[in-house]
């Protein structure tokens, strides 16, 4: 149960790895790999092993956990790869010759090579076949289905008021954010979708893909992507107006007020994740100058009516008082 180094051209051995623990601790894998001078192999162990192939030092493993009594071995035994892209190791557990029915609890993994730390991971019996392109394949024995792994275009929509925008008003800006990788297309995923596959954060991925595409439960807690809206106004500034984000149906929305009057455009634009790529949209809209309210008379209190009241009937006693008087006047003037 160790690794033996010869040169390739001399024949002489360069170094012998540690043992390894019995009974499981084989080295023995499928296909092991060198990269980057690296020795990457899976084991019945659980391990993932790193060999330098220059020293024979152990630099990491990597565990899958704890079977129990799943699995004859009580671990679950990495068979396939890995595979090695960029600083990524991919690995999968399983058995080539399994018994039926499969042991559950088998996974992908993808493992980073500098911390050995878990990236993430999926369920799946998986036979890892091919990495290229940034994207990893692989046959998953669970449901006989081909899984294509990586990051996939988004799109992005944005709707404003077109009517009735003016500086004294807020608006409401909404849209979308959605997955359109050709998986997002297939019938079953499209009817589960009606209105678009949400992208979602990164931290929510793999719970949301195992729903999406292998029956699993939908996760309660699945967040959104962070949208930049900005616009460009009458005068041509640019200038963002605030940053939302979507909610677990794929919607955003961001309430803001013109504060010029004239043409604005307003751009909603998805920078991208380590899942998705990035995508924008516009739209445009008038915003006219708010209206000046008429003045408008106050309310009389009781007290000032009572006051013109009194005024009113003090007037028409001196009316009469004055017209009384003239008439005695011209009485007199007869007589």
Same mark, same amino acid.
């Given at each position: 149960?160790?690794?033996?180094?010869?040169?390739?051209?001399?024949?002489?051995?360069?170094?012998?790895?540690?043992?390894?623990? /019995?009974?499981?601790?084989?080295?023995?894998?499928?296909?092991?790999?060198?990269?980057?001078?690296?020795?990457?192999?899976?084991?019945?162990?659980?391990?993932?092993?790193?060999?330098?192939?220059?020293?024979? =030092?152990?630099?990491?493993?990597?565990?899958?956990?704890?079977?129990?009594?799943?699995?004859?071995?009580?671990?679950?035994?990495?068979?396939?790869?890995?595979?090695?892209? @960029?600083?990524?190791?991919?690995?999968?557990?399983?058995?080539?010759?399994?018994?039926?029915?499969?042991?559950?609890?088998?996974?992908?993994?993808?493992?980073?090579?500098?911390?050995? =730390?878990?990236?993430?991971?999926?369920?799946?019996?998986?036979?890892? =076949?091919?990495?290229?392109?940034? /994207?990893?394949?692989?046959?998953?024995?669970?449901?006989?289905?081909?899984?294509?792994? @990586?990051?996939?275009?988004?799109?992005?929509?944005?709707?404003?008021?077109?009517?009735?925008?003016?500086?004294?008003?807020?608006?409401?800006?909404?849209?979308?954010?959605?997955?359109?990788?050709?998986?997002?297309?297939?019938?079953?995923?499209?009817?589960?979708?009606?209105?678009?596959?949400?992208?979602?954060?990164?931290?929510?991925?793999?719970?949301?893909?195992?729903?999406?595409?292998?029956?699993?439960?939908?996760?309660?807690?699945?967040?959104?992507?962070?949208?930049?809206?900005?616009?460009?106004?009458?005068?041509?500034?640019?200038?963002?107006?605030?940053?939302?984000?979507?909610?677990?149906?794929?919607? /955003?929305?961001?309430?803001?007020?013109?504060?010029?009057?004239?043409?604005?455009?307003?751009?909603?634009?998805?920078?991208?994740?380590?899942?998705?790529?990035?995508?924008?949209?516009?739209?445009?809209?008038?915003?006219?100058?708010?209206?000046?309210?008429?003045?408008?008379?106050?309310?009389?209190?009781?007290?000032?009516?009572?006051?013109?009241?009194?005024?009113?009937?003090?007037?028409?006693?001196?009316?009469?008082?004055?017209?009384?008087?003239?008439?005695?006047?011209?009485?007199? =003037?007869?007589?």
């Amino acid at each position: 149960m160790r690794w033996t180094a010869y040169d390739a051209t001399t024949g002489n051995q360069l170094w012998i790895s540690d043992p390894n623990v /019995y009974p499981w601790g084989s080295y023995i894998n499928y296909a092991p790999i060198i990269a980057n001078g690296v020795l990457y192999s899976g084991s019945f162990d659980g391990y993932v092993h790193a060999i330098n192939i220059t020293t024979g =030092k152990e630099l990491w493993q990597f565990y899958s956990g704890n079977a129990g009594a799943e699995t004859p071995t009580g671990t679950y035994p990495f068979w396939s790869g890995p595979i090695i892209g @960029g600083d990524v190791a991919f690995a999968a557990t399983g058995q080539e010759t399994p018994s039926q029915p499969l042991t559950l609890g088998q996974r992908v993994y993808a493992i980073n090579d500098t911390t050995a =730390k878990e990236i993430w991971s999926i369920p799946g019996y998986m036979s890892l =076949k091919a990495l290229a392109d940034g /994207y990893l394949v692989g046959y998953n024995g669970y449901d006989n289905q081909i899984y294509c792994f @990586g990051m996939g275009p988004s799109r992005t929509t944005i709707t404003a008021p077109n009517v009735g925008v003016t500086t004294a008003t807020p608006i409401t800006i909404t849209g979308t954010v959605t997955d359109i990788s050709a998986g997002s297309q297939q019938d079953a995923v499209a009817a589960n979708f009606p209105n678009g596959l949400p992208c979602v954060s990164d931290a929510s991925m793999s719970q949301f893909m195992e729903a999406v595409y292998m029956q699993q439960p939908m996760p309660t807690n699945v967040t959104g992507v962070p949208v930049t809206l900005s616009v460009t106004d009458s005068n041509g500034n640019h200038y963002n107006i605030g940053t939302t984000t979507t909610d677990a149906s794929g919607t /955003y929305s961001l309430t803001w007020t013109p504060i010029i009057h004239g043409n604005f455009t307003v751009t909603a634009t998805f920078a991208g994740t380590q899942a998705y790529y990035g995508s924008s949209a516009n739209t445009a809209f008038y915003a006219s100058v708010a209206a000046t309210p008429a003045p408008t008379a106050s309310p009389l209190s009781m007290a000032s009516i009572q006051t013109y009241i009194m005024a009113g009937v003090a007037a028409i006693i001196v009316v009469i008082i004055i017209i009384g008087a003239v008439i005695m006047l011209m009485l007199r =003037k007869r007589s």
